[in-house]
């Protein structure tokens, strides 16, 4: 608790909050849980590269686990996860700053180990695999991609054992299999979904932002135009999100200037098996898109209430 302000005496600086970092799973487990106090503990599973997106989900997992609780922040880029000429090797990495950012959000250890640290024997013989639900829209494109996901989740679970883990609600898809995996397989667990963090100008935080030029950021800004779009009209039913998010896109990406975004998908998804939502659905759906921009492969979505 802090002291009160005592007259005619210097003020001490405040406490600076330090996260420990740790790159073996020995050392986290001495890091994490330093005694035998029952406390609750979290963890926000990241690739790096972190922005005020992955913030959010630090600030979240502290407010859950209070301030006697834990929290744990990961920083591993999972080859598993990435396909034939995807951006593994270009995929931005920054330690330090990662670091900074957890820290400074209430992170009180960093895990971030190597691939020989998570893949103690080499590429896993067993994986475990997304099913349908990983196969469909993000998994059509990037084949394997959520197996790679759940399998590195699955361990990385089993190492941090939190209470809560978080997840950022922009990876729609990602979020639904783990949710799934961890309802299916009997995991003891919460997962906690956060809201997308946008810029001022809706374009939502993504680490791979930072390979936009200035000229393609400006033409990012078609697919949250889109789907806010379709939201609007969410009232009138899930044919007219649809079509409203689809004019609106069409407009956007025809428009001088435009030229650059090469669309992978537009769907209305029902969110408990990532099928596509029929025109009468009623009830919660996700309105996701994906596209390229110039060569940078963009994801997005917003929650919508179909009537």
């Not at 001490?12 to 035998?36: G, S």
């Not at 024997?121 to 998994?139: H, I, K």
Request: include cysteine.
């Amino acid at each position: 608790m802090a002291r009160g302000k005592q007259p005619g005496k210097a003020q001490r600086a405040p406490k600076v909050h330090r996260a420990v970092v740790t790159r073996t799973v020995t050392d986290f487990e001495a890091a994490f849980w330093p005694d035998e106090q029952p406390v609750d503990n979290a963890v926000v599973m990241t690739m790096g590269a972190l922005h005020e997106g992955h913030a959010a989900l630090v600030r979240a997992a502290r407010k859950q686990v209070g301030r006697e609780g834990r929290v744990a922040v990961t920083v591993f880029v999972n080859p598993l996860q990435f396909g034939a000429g995807e951006d593994l090797e270009r995929y931005p990495r920054d330690l330090d700053a990662d670091v900074r950012l957890a820290e400074e959000n209430g992170a009180d250890v960093v895990f971030a180990p190597s691939v020989e640290e998570v893949y103690p024997n080499g590429e896993p013989q067993v994986r475990l695999a997304a099913g349908p639900m990983g196969e469909r829209f993000e998994g059509t494109t990037r084949p394997g991609h959520f197996d790679g996901v759940l399998t590195v989740v699955a361990k990385l679970l089993h190492i941090t054992d939190p209470d809560f883990a978080f997840f950022g609600e922009k990876d729609a898809q990602q979020l639904a299999v783990i949710q799934r995996m961890v309802a299916d397989l009997d995991f003891d667990v919460e997962i906690i979904g956060v809201p997308t963090a946008r810029e001022e100008d809706g374009l939502a935080l993504s680490s791979r932002n930072r390979f936009l030029s200035a000229e393609e950021r400006e033409r990012a800004l078609v697919l949250s135009k889109a789907l806010f779009a379709g939201r609007d009209v969410a009232a009138q039913g899930a044919k007219a999100v649809r079509e409203a998010a689809a004019a609106a896109l069409a407009a956007s990406t025809g428009a001088p200037g435009a030229e650059g975004v090469t669309l992978d998908y537009l769907a209305l998804i029902d969110p408990h098996d990532f099928t596509e939502a029929a025109d009468d659905f009623q009830g919660e759906a996700v309105l996701a898109v994906a596209a390229k921009v110039g060569s940078t492969r963009l994801i997005d979505n917003v929650h919508v209430i179909c009537r």
